[in-house]
């Protein structure tokens, strides 16, 4: 398993002043008794990606985990929870989400399961639900779905625009995401507005004009989907090098439905991540393993469309870094769990259980380009998943089951 790139490094553990005189008094607390803590990282455990210690603890101090190690070695502290022999991870890192939207397109997927066709709108349907609700409501529905995934051991979550399709909606999308997450990514070239139909050029200039300039400030990333349908590779490029000329860092979706440029352009343009990767030639796959471009995989789309399944197999052994994320969305995957995203990857995916949990964790870190969250050692932010079994690998090997019973974030311990 490729472990990542070398931003994967454990940086030293701070303090932080109220002042230049006078530290924060923080309280520490040990998590004791753990049977087995998934680190990933290999000099603090087993020497495996995982970097497993059994018998483990765990030392927070404030928002920060600050000793790792053998449960009998823990340090004295404020406090003292008593994990009962059961495993902690690292909490899921979900790279890639759709969260803000409204409606519903349940009608969309019953018809596809039933094995009829559907010709309703797809996205367009969420696009016109979503421009008629209120902030309110978007906002409410937004959290709701965060409530959802936290719950299952997301600790940290990237979301988009890209169901507003305006300059005034997709502004607000982010908006309302950027008051609950530092991974904020503009999508206005999700797919041309149905206002432009007969004119994409005037839509690509749109979204890298007035609607990049408004959308901005209020995002980290750029995104674009690259695919027949949506937006070619020229169209993409001119759409994530102005986003790159405003401050914003590509990302793309890339090669779901056939082959074409987005892997390629996602590694020319030294895009974080390139998503969904399911049609790819060896010049993608040799491309991806020679560049600091994440693979994301979207398990929750290829179960939810009965579509083929990408070659995770094929670009862990070529030393591609891969990272496992939900595509939370209300079309092609409506699901918010990362554990059925984990099972998923080992059942149909080819992944090991070890690769498929590094990938949910430090991979989507990895695809982030973060450095504090996705691993469990001194310096990182605190964010944990508690299961209620002996071993991560039990994630796969009882899909659907509620394993996660604990959750910390940012040092807060959250109870189920």
Known sequence: MNTGPAAMNNPPATSTPTSTNSPVATVTTAIVNIASLVTNDPSLGDGTPLGLIQDAAVVIDGDRIVWVGESSKAPATDNRVDAEGRAVIPGFVDSHSHLVF???RTQEFNARMSGRSYTAGGIRTTVAATRAASDEELE?????????????????????????????????ALRIAARHTDEVTYLGAHIVSPDYADDPAAYVELVTGDML?????????VDVFCEKGAFDGDQARAILTAGKAKGLHPRVHANQLGYGPGVQLAVELDAASADHCTHLTQEDVDALANSRTVATLLPGAEFSTRAEWPDARRLLDAGVTVALSTDCNPGSSFTSSMPFCVALAVRDMRMTPDEAVWSATAGGAAALRRTDIGRVGPGARADLALLDAPS?????????????????????RIAR
């Open 392 to 412: 991560h690998v039990h994630l796969a090997y009882r899909p659907g089951v509620p394993l996660v019973t604990e959750v910390w974030r940012r040092g807060e």
């Open 213 to 221: 300039d408004a959308c901005a400030p209020h995002a980290r990333w």
């Open 140 to 172: 409410a529905n937004l959290l709701r779905y965060l409530d959802e995934a936290l719950r299952q051991g997301t600790t940290t979550f990237e979301t988009k625009s890209g169901y507003g399709l305006t300059t005034h909606d997709e502004a607000r």
């Open 102 to 104: 409204a409606g519903d």
